[in-house]
């Protein structure tokens, strides 16, 4: 075998003459201290009796079929780092902490998922290139994951040595006092985060909470209580909404910093992680209602940097450290100087091209701690842009490391309704923890070599199957002729184009890149059937897939209608009998969305997302 066949590539594997065949009722030895090495071992234990292995848990012991656990940093590279040994007296994992052997466990777990329990004889050294490995899910916009969702992908990422993840907030916490904000989202209780840090940090990962604190704060400034704390409390147009709504908090009036320390005083106590992303990004009406005398004195940068001094300010007296997204101080570099010294600016950006290299320059010559945070690229596309992530993915984790960045963390947004179903990212997810921990991975990235990994550690489908679907499906948008950024061709037109006027369609669609694009969907999905997936919600994986196959149908026959009518005419100027066939193509995908989301999300956002499909079913009214 070869370092590339498991997921997240070791960075040195050296083969051995003989191996070893696990059999049932193997010891699992546990070098002292064996306690803090339970949790562990119970979950090596549990992935073992799930691919037919029995093993039993005693203290101490490198006698031949165990396998042997111990922490033990002589000769090893770091933090998280371990050795994986297999030859005919046993399996001996050795890390340099207890993340290191957990890390040992995750990579011996993959290789018996590759060959059954007859194992290869081998050495791997292995250590990660990042020390912080992240995942950020969008929880607010509008999809709220179940419980039984999110603990069943922190299994997964952390089985992919993702150390850290976060959920992206703006009202998706049930807040002491502001019932008005949460009441119909489905929030997270305290109980609930409570439950989700304990599970992350038996698989150390560090659940980092994250509350918008600046702009992204229109659920909360839609209500009459903090409508009067909006920079422009008339409302703008912005990205987030089809409704003018207000959207950023003023930053000269007190009343907007009184209601973050309410906010990070009832959020920040369920976390055990000592960090906090406070967002601060895009705040697009920064000048243009309450602070435009301030912004006009000494500038809307210099206005930012005051706000973002005070938010540190009450960070600080939590015992927190700051977190913040960089796109805005990043418009007057030379205040980067100003920061405060141990914030750590999150630099982001989700095209291929995005400038990685020179973005993080302004943080890194000055000493400021930054991560690099690319993102799956599954919002605004129904189904992805893989080419555009893995590109996106890579050259952070390329430039990210030059730079010293201290981390890579994942994005994964859900603007315009999180339409995406929740498996399209996974492509994403699995290629950003394979680069995250090691950049050589990140060196020339392809579809075709993330395709059976895709299956086989994602999906469970050792046919090879559903990895080619879910890229190739993600792929789907370039046959168009038509790219654009932050989103696709066929989002934008299923998304009912002439209700935004941010969104036109570009002229040079064409009826024959529309074609084309229909029969790479067909091409796409054909082996949906043979797949076959070891994971409980195979059927419903199978089911998600389709609906995407089925909206990215719908928009294709959508553009090729507006093509014929004109581009320049709203959608009910299409022919009747054609309006009357996609009005029931979209009467079906509507249902179709509503039945798959409360299999994985919660209730509150639903009809928020359903929205965007509905205003499509109407226009063809």
Not at 9 to 35: I, M, V, Y
Not at 48 to 63: N, P, S
Not at 568 to 578: E, N
Request: glycine share 8%.
């Amino acid at each position: 075998m070869h370092a590339t066949d498991l997921l997240v590539a070791p960075r040195t594997l050296t083969h051995r003459d003989e191996g070893l065949t696990l059999a049932s009722g193997l010891l699992l030895a546990l070098d002292p201290p064996a306690a803090p090495l339970l949790p562990c071992a119970h979950r090596l234990q549990r992935e073992l009796a799930g691919l037919g292995l029995q093993a039993e848990l005693v203290a101490a012991g490198r006698d031949a079929g165990r396998i042997a656990l111990r922490v033990d940093s002589t000769g090893l590279m770091g933090p998280e780092s371990y050795r994986l040994e297999i030859g005919p007296l046993g399996v001996h994992i050795t890390g340099a902490d207890l993340a290191g052997v957990f890390y040992g466990t995750c990579t011996l777990v993959q290789l018996v998922q590759l060959h059954g329990p007859t194992l290869p004889g081998m050495e791997i050294e292995d250590w990660p290139d990042f020390a912080h490995r992240g995942v950020m899910l969008d929880v607010s916009r509008d999809r709220v994951p179940r419980m039984e969702m999110l603990l069943d992908w922190i299994d997964l990422l952390a089985s992919w040595k993702i150390n850290q993840l976060q959920l992206y907030m703006e009202h998706t916490f049930a807040y002491r006092g502001h019932d008005v904000v949460w009441r119909d989202a489905s929030p997270f209780t305290g109980e609930q985060i409570l439950l989700l840090d304990a599970y992350c940090r038996e698989r150390h990962v560090e659940l980092v909470p994250n509350q918008n604190s600046f702009g992204h704060m229109h659920r909360w400034l839609v209500h009459d209580p903090y409508r009067t704390l909006a920079e422009c409390p008339e409302g703008i147009d912005h990205p987030f909404s089809p409704d003018r709504e207000p959207y950023s908090l003023c930053p000269t009036d007190p009343g907007s910093l009184a209601l973050l320390q309410d906010l990070y005083g009832q959020l920040l106590p369920h976390f055990t992680s000592r960090q906090v992303n406070t967002g601060l990004d895009e705040t697009f009406d920064l000048g243009r209602g309450r602070s435009a005398g301030r912004c006009a004195q000494i500038g809307p940068e210099r206005v930012y940097l005051e706000f973002l001094r005070e938010v540190h300010r009450l960070v600080g007296q939590t015992g927190h450290r700051m977190q913040f997204w960089g796109d805005i101080i990043l418009k007057r570099p030379e205040l980067v100087l100003e920061l405060p010294r141990d914030a750590v600016a999150l630099e982001w950006g989700y095209e291929a091209d995005h400038p990685f290299e020179v973005h993080t320059r302004h943080f890194a010559d000055v000493g400021l701690e930054f991560y690099v945070c690319p993102g799956t690229s599954s919002w605004n596309s129904i189904a992805g842009r893989t080419d555009n992530a893995l590109s996106n993915l890579a050259h952070a984790s390329v430039c990210g490391h030059a730079a010293g960045a201290a981390g890579l963390l994942i994005t994964d947004w859900g603007d315009n309704g999180h339409l995406q179903p929740p498996p399209v990212s996974l492509a994403g997810f699995a290629a950003g923890a394979a680069f995250a921990w090691n950049r050589e991975q990140a060196s020339d990235p392809d579809s075709q070599t993330l395709a059976p990994l895709l299956s086989r550690h994602a999906f469970r489908d050792g046919t090879g199957s559903m990895g080619r679907v879910a890229l190739e499906l993600g792929n789907v948008y370039l046959a168009t002729g038509v790219t654009l950024r932050n989103g696709t061709i066929l989002s934008r037109l299923l998304l009912t184009p002439d209700a935004w006027p941010e969104t036109r369609i570009p002229s040079t669609l064409t009826a024959a890149g529309l074609e084309h694009a229909l029969e790479r969907i067909e091409a796409a999905v054909r082996p949906l059937d043979s797949a076959t997936m070891g994971r409980p919600d195979a059927e419903l994986i199978r089911a998600e897939y389709r609906w995407a196959a089925q909206a990215l149908e719908l928009a294709c026959r959508i553009g090729l209608a507006r093509l014929e009518s004109g581009l320049d005419r709203p959608l009910q100027a299409v022919a009747h009998p054609v309006r009357s066939t996609l009005r029931e193509a979209a009467r079906h995908l509507l249902e179709g969305h509503r039945t798959l989301w409360l299999q994985r999300s919660r209730s509150g956002g639903l009809e928020d997302s359903a929205v965007r499909l509905r205003r499509t079913l109407e226009a063809l009214v």
